[in-house]
């Protein structure tokens, strides 16, 4: 996107310098590191920075209205409401593509977002280990808002510890060992103290949830909530069955509240109007169907990862949809070819990171994450066998 930084970058990049990095990286919690690193970072000038930053800021309005509940009342599945929902979500995350607009410019096009955490730990890792290999342009930073590694790690603690201990703070998974993000779980117990624990492992006794760290019972009384819901459900029937715990009405704070995950999500899009965010409507409130199906993007509103969306979308596939109020029909943006690579170049996504304290009166932008593709779509099954590749973070210009 800076197209004298990218060519002194790619310049001076070796494929020794990149082992080396990847090689420290992988070792700093060994077996951890489980999805590719991509060779760059994405260099972001200042004003594609306040385009994002103007779209989310614009989208946090909507999300800190008081009317925002009422609009959102629908987007739960009633199997899956959670008790003790608060009042806001901790975190939100915003993707965007690097897209390119009529007249050939590039802009920001908001994907996805998610009431949900991100890989906040490892991506104040991953930057750290990559600048020990390969040069920081000056006037350029990964974090927003004016923070820095030290008061981001900060500002997470404070959040998901509140004034707890560590020990009786957990961060939930399914399988946390098995998961491909699982390198975050290693660097949240480094820099926060808490460490993951199964969603097996924990038992209840009368409205407090417990754990066994060790032989030692403990108390849980704050959850740093990674599990989906929606993977919950595909589980055996005695995984699910253990599951139904959390379903009930228990004595512990939510860091953030399942609850969130489907108020913020792709469920919000079609409430938001902003050049910055493609026009986006709930299936079953269409009366009349695109002409130009083709430039749309079908996508179910309950699942993740990219599981289920349709982006070749055909009358056929509406017409097989049993469930529309479940899907939305997206506008499809072009993700612009944006990163000069040795072969083909590359696009990229862009995902910011809002924190939400309690008594703050709205989120903030705090740091980022990049993913980099040559493939149909973002996502490590659509890059196989490919450089250039992979997870990575922005530098901003400031």
């Known amino acids: 996107m800076i197209p004298s930084i990218r060519k002194t970058y790619n310049a001076a990049f070796s494929k020794e310098n990149y082992d080396a990095f990847v090689n420290e990286l ?10 590719r690193v991509a060779e760059t970072p994405i260099f972001v000038p200042e004003n594609f920075k306040n385009k994002i930053l ?24 009633k199997n899956l409401n959670v008790p003790g929902e608060n009042d806001f979500s901790h975190f939100i995350c915003f993707d965007f593509g690097i897209c390119e607009n009529e007249i050939s410019e590039y802009e920001p096009q908001l994907i996805e977002m998610q009431g949900f955490p991100s890989l906040f730990c490892y991506e104040a890792l991953l930057p750290e280990i990559h600048k020990k290999y390969f040069p920081v342009p000056l006037g350029f930073d990964k974090y927003l808002g004016g923070y820095s590694k030290e008061s981001y790690i900060q500002l997470l603690k404070e959040i998901i510890l509140a004034d707890e201990k560590p020990e009786n703070v957990i961060l939930l998974e399914l399988f946390p060992e098995k998961q491909k993000t699982r390198i975050d779980f290693s660097c949240t117990a480094d820099y926060l103290g808490i460490h993951p624990v199964c969603l097996t492992r924990i038992f209840k006794e009368d409205k407090k949830l417990f754990y066994l760290d060790g ?4 108390e849980i009384r704050r959850i740093y909530n990674r599990l989906i819901f929606d993977e919950l459900q595909q589980q055996p029937l005695e995984i699910q069955e253990k599951g139904k715990i959390l379903f009930e009405d228990l004595e512990v704070e939510w860091i953030p509240h399942p609850n969130w995950f489907y108020r913020i999500s792709k469920y919000t899009l079609p409430f938001i109007r902003h050049p910055y965010v493609p026009n986006t409507f709930f299936l079953n409130e269409i009366n009349q169907m695109p002409a130009d199906l083709e430039n749309y993007v079908l996508k179910p509103l309950f699942s993740f990862a990219g599981q289920g969306v349709i982006i070749d979308v055909k009358k056929e596939d509406i017409e097989n949809v049993k469930d529309s109020q479940n899907w939305i029909l997206q506008r499809k943006v072009k993700y612009a070819d944006v990163i000069e690579t040795p072969d083909v170049p590359a696009k990229a996504e862009i995902r910011i990171f809002y924190f939400w304290k309690d008594g703050m009166t709205r989120p903030v932008p705090t740091n980022n994450l990049g993913r980099i593709s040559k493939g149909k779509m973002i ?10 590749v992979g997870g990575s973070f922005c530098l901003f210009e400031k």
């Open 54 to 77: 103007d779209a989310c800021e614009n989208i946090v309005d909507i999300i800190i209205d008081p009317k925002f509940k009422e609009l959102t009342k629908n987007a739960i599945p």
């Open 215 to 218: 032989n030692k019972k403990t």
């Open 379 to 388: 996502g490590v099954r659509y890059n196989k066998d490919k450089e250039w």
């Open 26 to 35: 992988a070792n700093v919690f060994p077996g951890q590191l489980d999805f």
